[in-house]
């Protein structure tokens, strides 16, 4: 039971490149969401999905685009990364309508 | 819309010592839960300590506590006999409850508090 895992760890893009973070977890979760660490701002909401082909925006959606293919997927595309987008993003996931929710390890994200 | 402060960016607190970090929130939702997160250095969420807003009895898990007031909308936790390993990021973080129809809700999350214990 490998729980929630992300990939990768570490990450350096130039500005306007684009690519995916990875999300997947084995717990069987319908939820599944993308928060964004920032320095003095905590962690803000990116998009979240209920379950397989449903999606909807958090606080923060802009930049970013995901999808919900498969129960256990739960990528995070940046289409065209940006300076502000360097941050350290956390995937989490749970059973619909619990409140206890299971953490990714994070990636940090840089774009220069 | 939902908001949580909390307003010490950093404590410091001798080794053995006890520490309160501070959260106010903000609803006007009735039902819901209170969180404590711990982010150490190795950058992963660990949850604390959970408070559901119809108890009225402040939940306890071996060495943290929390102090919940409803009305005053604040949320601490304390921290007893801190040790070396408590040094982390703390979050506080709000959660609509979800109610009979199950559905998911979201974390809102404050701007932490980072503690650092010291001998």
Not at chain 2, 3 to 19: L, N
Request: with cysteine; net charge neutral; glycine share 6%.
């Amino acid at each position: 039971n490998a729980g929630v895992t992300q990939t990768p760890k570490f990450q350096v893009l130039k500005t306007g490149q684009s690519m995916t973070l990875q999300c997947a977890q084995d717990m069987n979760h319908e939820y599944m969401s993308w928060y964004r660490q920032d320095p003095g701002m905590g962690l803000r909401l990116i998009h979240y999905s209920v379950g397989a082909g449903i999606t909807d925006q958090g606080e923060v959606p802009n930049g970013y685009n995901v999808s919900r293919s498969t129960t256990e997927d739960f990528p995070l595309r940046l289409l065209s990364a940006a300076p502000s987008q360097t941050s350290v993003y956390f995937c989490a996931s749970s059973y619909l309508g619990a409140y206890e929710q299971y953490f990714g390890p994070g990636t940090r994200l840089t774009v220069t | 819309a939902q908001t949580v402060t909390q307003s010490q960016p950093e404590m410091s607190v001798q080794e053995a010592e006890t520490v309160t970090l501070s959260c106010t929130y903000d609803t006007s939702e009735n039902n819901y839960y209170l969180f404590w997160y711990k982010q150490p250095p190795s950058r992963q969420m660990i949850l604390v300590i959970r408070q559901e807003a119809y108890k009225q009895q402040n939940a306890t898990e071996n060495r943290f506590s929390v102090n919940f007031q409803k009305a005053a909308k604040s949320f601490s936790l304390k921290i007893s006999d801190s040790q070396l390993g408590d040094t982390a990021m703390y979050f506080c973080a709000f959660m609509k409850h979800a109610g009979v129809t199950g559905t998911a809700s979201k974390l809102t999350f404050g701007t932490g508090t980072r503690l650092q214990v010291t001998l």
